[in-house]
């Protein structure tokens, strides 16, 4: 989809900055590497006059909400640099500044953004709402992909419509290029392979998709594209997890996955693939706390 054109009155240009899990109530090394791209972006005068949202809830564990904690990482960035470029903080003075504190996901973000703007009187019902969205490379390569094989599951696809119900037209451009995407800034090991875990999540949703009843189109033809990718993900998963003995026990969790993986073929019905996805949901979701850099491990983290 490329967006329309936002130069009219009514188009109003928001710029979505998606939240992550704090650590101890504090931003974590990806959640700080947004909130530098969107420096970088005012530095370079790509956002002006606009709203600018910082998104996420407190979340189990934390006593401050993600959506505080980045914005207060962007202020102190802000007054770190003032004496070299006090610039910066009159860009962010000519931006409306909102925070979301409610939201548990992405569509939650948007949705109650939406809302809350029209509360305040900085949308109208009937206007255009122009979204680009700031986050991690990974993240939004994975809205994206799953947002364009299978738009019934999509996030985005959700998001417009329940704008649509409060009159708010939503425009989101699907070229990752035209967001603002910030590096993932781990490269070891277990970096590669929670990465690698993240790729699952497509085939996640497609299984999701099955047992919800969400396509109407030739399920084969759904499933190849995840399956290819849900594959491709766990063979180079085993190669490097090969690479170190420190993970080798997790070798037979991988390979439940790639079962689940086989054994919910089109021919399944619903009903035969749900227990399917809950052993596949139920694993991955451990896998990605395993290899996630930024998670705790203290105490049954596991649970």
């Known amino acids: 989809m490329n967006p329309e054109d936002t130069s009219s009155n ?20 990806e959640g700080q590497s947004r909130i530098d791209r969107l420096v970088m972006a005012l530095r370079c005068n790509e956002i002006d006059n606009s709203v600018l949202a910082f998104c996420g809830g407190v979340t189990k564990g934390q006593t401050v909400s993600e959506a505080s904690a980045m ?12 004496n070299q470029c006090g ?25 109650n953004l939406a809302i809350e703007l029209l509360k305040t009187g900085q949308l109208q019902a009937g206007n255009q709402l122009h979204v680009t969205f700031i986050s991690s490379d990974y993240h939004l390569q994975r809205i994206f992909e799953i947002q364009q094989l299978m738009d019934e599951q999509g996030l985005l696809g959700t998001l417009k419509k329940r704008c649509e119900q409060s009159g708010l037209t939503v425009l989101v451009d699907y070229d990752i290029s035209r967001h603002f995407v910030a590096q993932y800034p781990y490269q070891h090991l277990e970096a590669q392979l929670f990465l690698l875990c993240d ?7 497609y299984l999701e998709g099955v047992v919800r009843h969400s396509f109407t189109r030739d399920l084969e033809s ?8 849900g594959n491709s993900a766990l063979n180079r998963m085993n190669a490097l ?13 991988i390979e439940l996955l790639r079962e689940c993986i086989e054994a919910t073929h089109c021919e399944q019905s619903p009903q035969m693939i749900e227990p399917y996805l809950i052993i596949f949901d139920t694993h991955l979701a451990l896998l990605n706390r395993w290899f996630d850099p930024e998670q705790s491990h203290a105490g049954r983290w596991w649970r």
């Open 10 to 29: 009514n188009t109003k240009k928001i710029y979505v900055v998606l939240g992550k899990r704090l650590a101890a109530d504090q931003l974590t090394l």
């Open 87 to 111: 610039s910066l903080s009159n860009l962010l003075n000519r931006n409306h500044i909102l925070l979301e504190e409610s939201s548990t996901n992405t569509v939650e973000n948007i949705e």
């Open 71 to 82: 914005y207060c990482y962007l202020v102190s960035q802000v007054d770190e640099c003032s």
């Open 241 to 253: 997890i090969q690479q170190s003995e420190k993970w080798s026990f997790l070798v037979s969790s």
């Open 222 to 229: 759904v499933r190849y594209e995840p399956y290819r990718i």
């Open 199 to 205: 790729e699952l999540t497509t085939y996640r949703v």
